[in-house]
C-alpha cells in the first residue's frame, strides 16, 4: 500500500518567508509525528498528534513553528518568517497507535533551503 | 535528561560483520529501536528491543542490556547496499506523549569492497 507521503520534496525560500510543509500519514495510522534533521545531526522531534486529542508542541523550536492536522489524515507543518537555521530536512512519520512499540513509518522528507 | 552516543563513521569490507554500538541514557525505558537512513531517504525500521538479550532478523541482529543502558545492532555477510546510516533511538518518557522517539546521531557505515 501506500506510504507516508510529504510535499514539497525540495523547498527553497527567501530568509523571512513563511513556508508550508505537507505530511500524508498511511491510512488508518493514528498517530503522527514530525521530526527536523539538519546536516550531520539527529532526528529532532518537533511535535506528535494523536487522534482528536490535544498535539504534544513540546519540541517546536519556537513560536514562528505550527502545525495542525484534520482528524487522522493530512498534516501541515508551517514555519513563519523562515530563518537560515530553520534549513534542515523535515520528516513526517506516522504509526498504527502511538503505543511506545509501534514502528513509525516515516515519508521522504521535504529539505528546506533558507537563503 | 535523555541521551544517545553512537560511533560517528565505521567502516568494514563485503561479507564481513560489523557491530555497531548505541548507549543511552534515560530517565525510565521504554524500549530500544534501530533504523537503518539511506542518503538521501527516509529511515527505516529494522528492529525493537525492550527485554535484555538478542534478536536476530536474517543478516541483521540487535542485542539489548538495559543494565548496562547498551544496545547493539549487528549486521552478518555485509553487502554493498548496506551502506547507509544507522539510527539508535528510544522513546521519551514523560507526560502523556507515547512514542516522540529522540534519536542518536547516526552512524555512518561504509562497505568496502
Known amino acids: 500500500g501506500a506510504g507516508v507521503s510529504q510535499s514539497p520534496s525540495n523547498k527553497v525560500t527567501e530568509k523571512g518567508k513563511d513556508v508550508e510543509l505537507r505530511c500524508d500519514p498511511i491510512s488508518g495510522h493514528t498517530a503522527l509525528y514530525w521530526y527536523r534533521q539538519r546536516l550531520g545531526q539527529g532526528l529532532e522531534f518537533l511535535i506528535y498528534f494523536q487522534g482528536n486529542s490535544a498535539p504534544d508542541k513540546s519540541g517546536l523550536p519556537s513560536d514562528r513553528f505550527s502545525a495542525e492536522r484534520t482528524g487522522e489524515s493530512v498534516s501541515t507543518l508551517t514555519i513563519q518568517r523562515t530563518q537560515q537555521e530553520d534549513s534542515a530536512v523535515y520528516l513526517c512519520?506516522?504509526?498504527?497507535?502511538?503505543?511506545?512499540?509501534?514502528?513509525?513509518?516515516f515519508g521522504p522528507g521535504t529539505r528546506l533551503t533558507v537563503t | 535528561g535523555q541521551n544517545i552516543d553512537q560511533p560517528t563513521e565505521m567502516t568494514a569490507t563485503e561479507g564481513a560483520i560489523v557491530q555497531i554500538n548505541c548507549t543511552y541514557q534515560?530517565?525510565?525505558?521504554?524500549?530500544l529501536f534501530w533504523y537503518q537512513q539511506h542518503a538521501g531517504e527516509a529511515p527505516t525500521f529494522l528492529s525493537y528491543?525492550?527485554?535484555?538479550g538478542l534478536e536476530e532478523k536474517g543478516r541483521f541482529s540487535s542485542f539489548l542490556s538495559r543494565s548496562k543502558g547498551y544496545s547493539y545492532l549487528l549486521l552478518k555477510e555485509l553487502q554493498m547496499k548496506d551502506s547507509a546510516s544507522y539510527l539508535c533511538?528510544?522513546?521519551?518518557?514523560?507526560?502523556?506523549?507515547?512514542?516522540?522517539?529522540?534519536f542518536g546521531k547516526g552512524t555512518k557505515l561504509s562497505v568496502k569492497p
Open positions: 512519520a506516522s504509526s498504527l497507535n502511538p503505543g511506545l512499540r509501534y514502528e513509525q513509518y
Open positions: 534515560t530517565s525510565g525505558f521504554n524500549g
Open positions: 528491543n525492550v527485554l535484555d
Open positions: 533511538a528510544v522513546p521519551m518518557n514523560y507526560g502523556g506523549s507515547q512514542g516522540n522517539l529522540i
